[in-house]
């Protein structure tokens, strides 16, 4: 038992940096479908996208991942 929370507690706090470098590559993929011009919702997925990016720069690395994953979702981004 008390194995299995330290597991947890090692995992968790490696975790932030691994999202921390995960939300500029979602944010440049969503700029490249953006600069295509391909994608349904633009104005909306740039407005998404921008709040991904302040959540990032603001260290909500967690929150600004999973803004990123749901406006790669609305453009059709896989």
């Known amino acids: 038992m008390m ?8 995992f968790l706090s490696f975790t932030p940096p691994a999202f921390a470098g995960s939300c500029p590559m979602k944010v440049g993929t969503i700029d490249k479908a953006l600069a ?3 994608i349904k919702n633009a104005v909306k997925v740039k407005a998404l996208r921008d709040q991904g990016k302040a959540l990032h720069q603001s260290g909500k690395h ?3 991942v999973q803004m990123l994953i749901k ?5 059709g981004i896989s």
């Open 36 to 38: 295509a011009g391909t």
């Open 71 to 75: 406006v790669m979702k609305l453009a």
């Open 3 to 10: 194995k299995n929370i330290f597991l947890a507690a090692m």
């Open 62 to 64: 967690g929150e600004s």
